[in-house]
């Protein structure tokens, strides 16, 4: 098994709702991890069972977070390499996947015989020149029988952009699989079934409402907005892949108490163009309001929600 991580960078978004300060970065990257990122676990899990993802499986993780679902599909005996665009995030798989905390390119992985995990920057080659770089077997062996047997985007706004060259970029992605490889796209499913919807939408009515929301795959819109029903479908189509299956997955977000699902739900980065508009305090003040219908006698916050994955084809 051998774990490889890439840091991609995406062009930023206009300077209004530019990214919080490092410290911030740190702090929030560090609630994903340890707060936020579980709750899509039944989704990785469903995913990879469907798949039979494991021993000789290699997978292409986008927007692989903090590593969780790379680590999930490693604990299965699949190979994995990681791409995001948060580096504090990516900085924090790192950790769980190479030697530990300040682990570098090169770090080996205490569990990998043999194995070694890479960190590679993506330069102006590209997302496979840096896999190439890397080691990771992208390239032209990608279609000699060494590429990548599953492509995950879980969320690929998140991995990949949300602007018009998303379709282009998840078709580039998908190059460096096998044919016939899966591809997989997930989202949110119907905002009637998605508790987490309601709140959600109090940082898409205090953003700055001059950045259109627009369909996946459209203009940059850091605010969250509801998955429409063919979106994924629209997606991987303009990608040139072939359509081959959906599912949805219960994913309920659960917190042990109101801090935590605030602090859970600032983590995503759905919110921080909110705080760019407003302030900070009264993002938290009105997400603590949104989120008090969830909030059980005991102190802790359930939200029931659903999410739908499609696997299309290379």
């Not at 990548?148 to 998303?166: H, R």
């Not at 935590?260 to 900070?280: H, I, K, P, Q």
């Amino acid at each position: 098994m051998t774990s490889t991580l890439i840091r991609r960078h995406l062009p930023p978004y206009p300077s209004s709702v530019s990214a919080p300060g490092a410290a911030i970065s740190r702090a929030r990257a560090r609630d994903w991890a340890e707060i936020q990122e579980r709750m899509m676990v039944p989704l990785y899990e469903a995913v990879y069972e469907r798949l039979e993802v494991g021993a000789g499986t290699r997978l292409l993780g986008l927007g692989c977070g903090s590593g969780l679902a790379l680590l999930m599909a490693v604990a299965r005996g699949a190979t994995v390499c990681g791409v995001d665009p948060d580096e504090e995030r990516l900085g924090l798989a790192c950790e769980r996947l190479l030697a530990g905390p300040g682990a570098r390119p090169g770090a080996a992985h205490p569990s990998t015989p043999g194995g070694v995990a890479r960190l590679a920057r993506l330069a102006d080659g590209g997302l496979g020149g840096a896999l190439t770089a890397s080691g990771a077997g992208a390239g032209p062996a990608a279609r000699t029988g060494s590429g990548f047997t599953v492509v995950t985007a879980f969320d690929p706004p998140s991995a990949l952009g949300a602007d018009g060259a998303l379709p282009e970029r998840l078709a580039s992605a998908a190059a460096l699989a096998e044919p016939g490889s899966p591809v997989v796209l997930a989202g949110w499913g119907p905002p009637e079934r998605c508790d987490t919807s309601a709140v959600l939408r109090v940082g898409a009515r205090l953003a700055d409402r001059a950045v259109p929301q627009l369909p996946l795959g459209g203009a940059p819109s850091p605010r969250w907005q509801p998955c429409g029903r063919d979106d994924l479908e629209d997606l991987a189509q303009r990608a040139g892949l072939r359509l081959d299956g959906s599912g949805r997955v219960a994913c309920p977000f659960g917190y042990a108490d109101m801090d935590s699902a605030v602090r859970g739900l600032l983590s995503t980065g759905l919110f921080d163009a909110a705080e760019r508009t407003t302030d900070a305090t009264q993002v938290r003040k009105e997400i603590t309001e949104a989120l008090h219908p969830y909030r059980r006698q005991d102190g802790t916050v359930w939200m029931e929600n659903v999410m739908r994955y499609l696997i299309a084809r290379t």
